[in-house]
C-alpha cells in the first residue's frame, strides 16, 4: 500500500516563494516499484474541485496546467523517493489545499505519460495548506 504525506505549506505573501515536500512510503516492488508509477500535485479551494497543477511521468517528463506553467517546477528524489512542488511567484488565486498523489501506470501507456486528472488517481496524501496574501 502507498502512503504519501505531504508537507511544506505555509502562508506567505504574494511574489513569495514555498517548496511543498510529499514523502511516501510503500514503494516496496513488484506491483508497488516507484518506477511504475507517475505522480502528481492537485489543489483544492472550498466549493471547486481539485484541480491537477503538475505532473510527472515514470521518465521524468513532466506537464502543467496553464496557471502555473513558468512558476512551478515539480521534480522527484528517487534516492529518497519524496516528491517536490518548487512554487515560485505566488499569487493569492494560489491559495489553496495542496495534495500530491501517485498512479501506476497502465501497461497500455508509455512510461512519458502522465495525469492531472484527479479521477485517474488511486494514492493521495492528506493535503498542505497554502495561503498567499496580496
Known amino acids: 500500500q502507498v502512503r504519501l504525506a505531504e508537507a511544506g505549506g505555509d502562508s506567505v505573501q504574494a511574489g513569495g516563494s514555498l517548496k511543498l515536500s510529499c514523502a511516501t512510503s510503500g514503494f516496496t516492488g513488484g506491483e508497488y516499484s516507484m518506477s511504475q508509477y507517475y505522480m502528481a500535485w492537485f489543489r483544492q479551494t472550498p466549493g471547486k474541485g481539485r484541480e491537477g497543477v503538475a505532473c510527472i511521468a515514470a521518465d521524468g517528463t513532466t506537464n502543467y496546467a496553464d496557471s502555473v506553467e513558468g512558476r512551478f517546477t515539480i521534480s522527484i528524489d528517487k534516492t529518497t523517493r519524496t516528491l517536490y512542488l518548487q512554487m515560485q511567484n505566488l499569487q493569492p488565486e494560489d491559495t489553496a489545499l495542496f495534495y500530491c498523489?501517485?498512479?501506476?501506470?497502465?501497461?497500455?501507456?508509455?512510461?512519458?505519460?502522465?495525469?492531472?486528472?484527479?479521477?485517474?488517481?488511486?494514492?493521495w496524501g492528506q493535503g498542505t495548506q497554502v495561503t498567499v496574501s496580496s
Open positions: 498523489a501517485a498512479q501506476r501506470r497502465s501497461p497500455y501507456t508509455s512510461y512519458w505519460h502522465c495525469s492531472r486528472a484527479s479521477s485517474d488517481f488511486r494514492f
